[in-house]
């Protein structure tokens, strides 16, 4: 890694993301390179700075005017760190799926930065790019329309090999696509079915192997059990799980299931509205969250015990959810927010620890955008 840092001014206030030694490049295979150098586990692997993207709005038919923007994501810094599991949760709409493909390079960014090992991914093109995509992969949310219904399981896993044969050559990839069945559970004489011929939970597998087929470093997994049945589910989670230690890989995992997101992660991180609420470790954000929105959320999520259920505090929101092409202005959860003052229309809250934590060892003393951040007791997740 070059001497360059590039974000040292974020460190002191926001502990969440780091200093990134920028990667200073200047030729093709330079970049391809340093895109090769091994991670040592609980370094940052993945950085991300300010990103943002905005969808366009248009009238016309010939001649298109911008009447405005849907903030998808606007705005949103951290780190993933080599070996973790890094969970995304938040309601429909507020922009996690947005960010899987942004670090994906399925869609462009509209503005900030996305470096993985010290080089802006946003930036890179030809065999740069081809080797980042590699070494970044995806797991999709339906394991129904993501397998081509055209094409055997032998060919849908052993696609990758096609565009990166330097992994597989020809003579071993039939061997090395039954070895992948093989590891996520299923049958290697079932090389030759079709994906009609399997169950979700089956399907799912094969979009896993299908992910590992080019040993990347990063998996990102955009609500992969939400399709599935519940003792499905359980069952795709420990595969998962036992595929990251066997392989040393990262996970960015986006869900809605609170419940599922705690089991597999290390770091939490809170969206709503395109920008990050709240972040912090699993038993920070379930057992000590500070944001009123993480609250509500935490709030919601089923307690099996009866005289649990009836003794705790429901948290109802009040409102619907701002557009995104129109966010309030200040804090964007304060028209739902039962804190909300003056100041919370008037200024952005930064991410970061909250002033009266910032000096003690309490679990609260994690980073939170809000101005009155404070832990809430009645507050119990399952």
Same mark, same amino acid.
């Given at each position: 890694m070059a001497e360059l840092s590039k974000n040292d001014e974020q460190v002191g206030t926001t502990p969440n993301v780091s200093g990134v030694e920028v990667v200073e490049a200047r030729t093709e295979a330079e970049e391809v390179a340093a895109l090769e150098v091994p991670v040592e586990r609980g370094e940052p692997i993945l950085q991300v700075r300010n990103l943002v993207k905005h969808f366009p709005l248009t009238q016309g038919i010939l001649f298109k005017k911008s009447v405005g923007a849907v903030k998808a994501v606007d705005g949103i810094s951290f780190d993933l760190y080599q070996g973790e599991t890094l969970g995304i949760v938040g309601e429909s709409g507020c922009g996690k799926s947005t960010v899987a493909r942004l670090l994906m390079n399925l869609e462009r960014a509209t503005a900030g930065e996305i470096f993985y090992k010290g080089q802006d991914i946003t930036r890179l093109s030809g065999k740069a790019l081809k080797a980042v995509r590699r070494n970044i992969q995806m797991v999709f949310q339906d394991p129904y329309t993501s397998l081509n219904p055209r094409m055997t399981v032998g060919d849908i896993i052993g696609e990758p090999f096609e565009i990166h044969p330097e992994v597989a050559p020809k003579g071993d #990839? %039939?061997?090395?696509?039954?070895? &992948?069945?093989? $590891?996520? !559970?299923?049958?290697?004489? +079932?090389?030759? /079915? +079709?994906?009609?011929?399997? @169950?979700? !939970?089956? %399907?799912? %597998?094969?979009?896993?192997? #299908? !992910? &590992?087929?080019l040993n990347p470093e990063i998996i990102i997994c955009d609500e992969p059990v939400s399709a599935l049945d519940v003792s499905v589910q359980a069952q795709v989670i420990n595969l998962m799980e036992g595929l990251q230690n066997e392989f040393n890989l990262s996970y960015l995992f986006i869900a809605h299931d609170l419940s599922i997101v705690r089991h597999i992660s290390d770091r939490v991180g809170v969206m709503y509205l395109g920008k990050m609420a709240e972040i912090g470790t699993d038993a920070q954000i379930y057992d000590h969250p500070t944001h009123p929105y993480t609250q509500a959320l935490l709030s919601a $999520?089923? $307690?099996?015990?009866?005289?649990? /259920?009836?003794? /705790?505090? /429901?948290?109802?929101?009040? !409102?619907?959810?701002? @557009?995104?092409?129109?966010?309030? @202005?200040?804090? #964007?959860? %304060?028209t739902r927010c039962w804190k909300a003052q003056d100041k919370c229309a008037e200024e952005v809250p930064l991410l970061a620890v909250p002033e009266r934590f910032k000096d003690s060892d309490t679990p609260a003393a994690h980073e939170s955008a809000c101005h009155f951040a404070e832990e809430k007791d009645v507050v119990h997740a399952a």
């Amino acid at each position: 890694m070059a001497e360059l840092s590039k974000n040292d001014e974020q460190v002191g206030t926001t502990p969440n993301v780091s200093g990134v030694e920028v990667v200073e490049a200047r030729t093709e295979a330079e970049e391809v390179a340093a895109l090769e150098v091994p991670v040592e586990r609980g370094e940052p692997i993945l950085q991300v700075r300010n990103l943002v993207k905005h969808f366009p709005l248009t009238q016309g038919i010939l001649f298109k005017k911008s009447v405005g923007a849907v903030k998808a994501v606007d705005g949103i810094s951290f780190d993933l760190y080599q070996g973790e599991t890094l969970g995304i949760v938040g309601e429909s709409g507020c922009g996690k799926s947005t960010v899987a493909r942004l670090l994906m390079n399925l869609e462009r960014a509209t503005a900030g930065e996305i470096f993985y090992k010290g080089q802006d991914i946003t930036r890179l093109s030809g065999k740069a790019l081809k080797a980042v995509r590699r070494n970044i992969q995806m797991v999709f949310q339906d394991p129904y329309t993501s397998l081509n219904p055209r094409m055997t399981v032998g060919d849908i896993i052993g696609e990758p090999f096609e565009i990166h044969p330097e992994v597989a050559p020809k003579g071993d #990839r %039939r061997k090395k696509v039954q070895d &992948l069945l093989d $590891v996520v !559970g299923l049958n290697p004489e +079932y090389i030759n /079915r +079709y994906p009609h011929q399997f @169950s979700g !939970g089956q %399907r799912q %597998r094969i979009g896993i192997a #299908r !992910g &590992l087929a080019l040993n990347p470093e990063i998996i990102i997994c955009d609500e992969p059990v939400s399709a599935l049945d519940v003792s499905v589910q359980a069952q795709v989670i420990n595969l998962m799980e036992g595929l990251q230690n066997e392989f040393n890989l990262s996970y960015l995992f986006i869900a809605h299931d609170l419940s599922i997101v705690r089991h597999i992660s290390d770091r939490v991180g809170v969206m709503y509205l395109g920008k990050m609420a709240e972040i912090g470790t699993d038993a920070q954000i379930y057992d000590h969250p500070t944001h009123p929105y993480t609250q509500a959320l935490l709030s919601a $999520v089923p $307690v099996p015990d009866p005289e649990a /259920r009836a003794n /705790r505090e /429901r948290i109802i929101l009040t !409102g619907d959810v701002p @557009s995104p092409a129109n966010p309030p @202005s200040g804090c #964007r959860f %304060r028209t739902r927010c039962w804190k909300a003052q003056d100041k919370c229309a008037e200024e952005v809250p930064l991410l970061a620890v909250p002033e009266r934590f910032k000096d003690s060892d309490t679990p609260a003393a994690h980073e939170s955008a809000c101005h009155f951040a404070e832990e809430k007791d009645v507050v119990h997740a399952a």
